[in-house]
């Protein structure tokens, strides 16, 4: 297992490394110290440790280390073929107090007190990294689960030695053991870190929510993977918190803002042709601002419905176009009020799309409401409809489900531009960028349209130079199978 470790993580280190067990036969020798010794690999492993070192030091180094055996010490002699002084500084290697070998770790004589913090670093490195990380760590090599740590022992309940014996896809919940089994089934295909939120199966049965990071490490044509498991169950309990005070809050206001709307129209009604213009208008903020209170309750029950699983859509085919036509009916009274022009750019023909109508006009909605809010006097809004072959080199960028067809939407405007580090950050619930003075509003709109995206299967994002316009970009498969 020692081995395996250094097999992985023995090339990272900037100075020369070998292992060897109790035996004193070598079992890794990194690419630092073949380039320092002018050895080959093959002329190393399994031989004899001290075949190092130049015939006239082998001997007293040989004697002290007989005498200092399982102690740590640093030595000066000599390498053969490069015949440089060295200092080697020897760490013994212990599982459970077991004595299993020795690290050296090689420094030109010259280079020690340039590189001594990395000699404190390196000894003892499996203990450190390994038995006293936060999360859970696994690694899998050829396919095969070749280490894992004490942190995994407590988050899953079994020991090193069940972990071994067991199939590590009986640990996770059945909604996540395909995903997995075809990442370790495949590990060449893993070229960057991936992440997911997995549940792991505890011994005694009950579920644990955990955040998984996967590490690609390839070396010499062999890929292995390193998993990474932190558990998030509290922080899954704080949000479900957070989700149901959303809800219990969203659906008390909306009774007695209810009661208001109808005693103010009433009172509108009561009112009419007797009020002067001033009592008129008044009564419009009113309404106006009752409206806004409806809005904001409906997009918390939205978040909370969404967040909770609770919407089911209702897919059939769509024709996108006059989707986005209708919405533009919606808002025609608002961006004609600012003398906005509309270009729209849509393709002569468009299949039908897959999509849940009602739920992504609510898309289209906050994207164009957006776009009217932020643009200038006089500006424009674009809105761009592309159909994508399953070869778009932009599926395969934003990680979406390959071999389909899918539809691009864009809607740009000409407004003050969204600065870089808040583009991810916007999509959040309740992150809102002052761009505009006056714009009102609680930072719910984007993170219910990502969300509906999302159940779409599909991906949203936004460009902006920062200075001047954004263009919020959609992609949804054209058929959801």
């Given at each position: ?72 010490f ?65 690694i ?67 579920p ?19 998993f ?15 989700t ?16 208001i ?99 992504f ?52 405007d ?10 991810e950050k ?14 009102k ?20 994002w ?20």
């Amino acid at each position: 297992m020692i081995e395996e470790f250094f097999n992985i993580f023995g090339n990272t280190f900037q100075f020369g490394l070998i292992y060897f067990d109790k035996e004193g036969r070598i079992k890794f020798v990194n690419n630092n110290f073949l380039f320092l010794s002018q050895f080959r690999q093959e002329e190393l492993i399994e031989k004899n440790w001290p075949e190092i070192i130049i015939e006239e030091d082998k001997r007293w180094v040989e004697e002290y280390f007989r005498e200092n055996k399982e102690k740590s010490f640093s030595l000066d002699f000599r390498i053969k073929r490069n015949f440089l002084p060295t200092r080697v500084f020897f760490s013994p290697v212990f599982k459970d107090k077991e004595f299993l070998g020795y690290l050296l770790s090689f420094f030109p004589i010259e280079k020690e007190k340039e590189l001594e913090k990395e000699i404190i670093i390196s000894t003892n490195i499996y203990h450190e990294i390994m038995e006293n990380a936060i999360d859970g760590i696994c690694i899998f090599k050829e396919k095969k689960l070749i280490l894992t740590n004490r942190r995994l022992e407590e988050l899953t309940g079994y020991t090193q030695e069940e972990l071994k014996n067991i199939d590590f896809l009986e640990l996770l919940s059945p909604k996540d053991k395909n995903q997995i089994k075809n990442i370790l089934d495949n590990p060449e295909s893993v070229l960057l870190p991936l992440h997911f939120e997995i549940q792991i199966i505890h011994k005694q049965k009950f579920p644990i929510d955990t955040e998984l990071r996967i590490v690609p490490i390839a070396k010499n044509g062999v890929h292995s993977l390193i998993f990474f498991f932190r558990d998030i169950t509290q922080l899954k309990e704080l949000e479900k918190l957070k989700t149901d005070y959303f809800a219990m809050v969203s659906h008390d206001l909306r009774s007695p803002l209810t009661t208001i709307k109808e005693a103010a129209a009433l009172l509108s009604e009561m009112a009419k042709g007797k009020l002067p213009k001033e009592g008129e208008r008044l009564f419009n903020i009113i309404f106006e601002e009752l409206f806004r209170l409806f809005h904001l309750i409906d997009n918390l029950i939205e978040v909370s419905r969404l967040e909770t699983g609770k919407i089911k859509l209702n897919f059939q085919p769509t024709e996108i176009q006059q989707l986005i036509n209708k919405s533009l009916t919606s808002f025609q009274i608002f961006y004609e009020k600012k003398n906005l022009r509309i270009e729209k750019k849509f393709p002569a023909y468009l299949p039908k799309v897959e999509l849940d109508p009602d739920r992504f006009s609510s898309v289209i909605n906050n994207l164009l409401d957006n776009a009217i809010k932020y643009s200038p006097e006089g500006g424009k809004i674009t809105i761009e409809i592309q159909k994508l072959e399953p070869n778009a080199k932009i599926i395969k960028e934003k990680k979406l489900k390959s071999g389909i067809p899918y539809l691009l939407i864009r809607i740009a405007d000409e407004g003050p531009g969204i600065p870089k580090e808040y583009q991810e950050k916007i999509f959040e619930k309740f992150e809102r960028v002052e761009l505009k003075p006056g714009v009102k509003g609680i930072g719910l709109g984007l993170a219910i349209v990502k969300n509906i995206i999302k159940l779409h299967k599909g991906e949203i994002w936004v460009e902006s130079n920062g200075l001047k316009g954004s263009t919020f970009n959609i992609l949804i498969p054209l058929t959801q199978k």
